[in-house]
């Protein structure tokens, strides 16, 4: 019963309190019929009440007298009987379709009754999406339902403040942070391109240009997640098997690609392709093989990379899509930013769909981004 719907609960309770309601009125008034007949024979005379003249007058001897005073008490009483059976079959065949249109209207009142809370469920389901912007907007008196409605409202207001306060603050400090990084990138080049440097400095200088490149990564991939966390504005037909072919042009994997068309923003999916295969291929094994599918399946589309890396801990696989995370065998490694699968899971996201990965049997890693196909 718990997994009924609140509506057919409520239209059941509904019909139940009004056949219980009846039938609680059909026996009261069977009660109050049945002693009213019996008060009402005990107040009329009968023919045993007559005096003996009377009897006399009617020429009967007292054996037949008394016969048809039990025939007609007989009567009576069966009569009696006859109505009582009659109210109470009638009565119920009237309970019984009055209890089926009382269903009914319950049914319709549930529907009425519960049609905010349908309206509040699709504005969440909307919400649970990524669209932050959305509101109930519940019109109607200012009931229970409303107040819900109204105090969900708010909640949406600030979350979507407090999330576009903290993209902006970002996306802000990001740009704010390529600028340094352009100009110490400039200064490391200039001093390098001097005639006859050092081999001091031309390795402190490499190592500077390695660091601040993996910090321009980082940079770029904070500013694309921050994209990928807002709402799309560019919506164009993409096939995931061209942008997949596109990636993977001069890179050494397999790749099986057949039409999936989707809808959504074709820059950040081509990242998506872009950041599974590049990971791929950076934590693999020597002489790994990397596979690359897209294929379409019913109402997805679906993109899946693997690898034939080292052998990763299932337990640790939730922890990759969250930001700055790795495997603590990668801690401290400069291949990478952290942001890679984050970006793909926030992607796959924002256009409708989902991200998961699970660990190969031998080793590797395999990734499976599902989004909805165009319409």
Known sequence: MKHLRIRVRLTALFGALFLAGGALLLGLTYVLVEQNIHQRNAGSATIGDLPDEAKNLLGLDQRRFFDLVQQLQERQDRIEQDTLNALLTQ????????????????????????????????TARRVAGGNLHERIALQGPRDEIKELADTFDSMLERLDQAFDGQRRFAANASHELRTPLTINRTLIEVALSRPDPPPEV???????????????????????LVASEQELTVRDRVDLAEVARHVVADKDVEAALDPAPVIGDPVLLERVVQNLVDNALAYNVPDGRVWVRTVRSGNSARLVVE???????????????????????????????????????????????????????????RVTVNLPTEN
């Open 307 to 365: 690898n034939t890396g080292p052998v990763i801990p299932g337990y640790e696989v939730p922890g990759l899509f969250e930001p700055f995370r790795r495997l603590r065998s990668r801690t401290g490694s400069a291949r990478g930013t952290g942001l890679g699968l984050s970006i793909v899971r926030s992607v796959a996201v924002a256009h409708g769909g989902s991200a998961e990965a699970e660990p190969r049997d031998g080793g590797g890693l």
């Open 91 to 122: 009565g119920a065949i009237a309970l019984g379709l009055l209890t089926v249109i009382g269903i009914g209207v319950g049914w319709l009142m549930a529907e009425r009754a519960l049609r905010p809370v349908g309206q509040i469920t699709e």
């Open 202 to 224: 031309v390795q402190l200088g490499e190592t500077l240009l390695a660091v601040n490149a993996r910090h321009e990564r980082l940079i770029d991939g904070l500013l694309t």
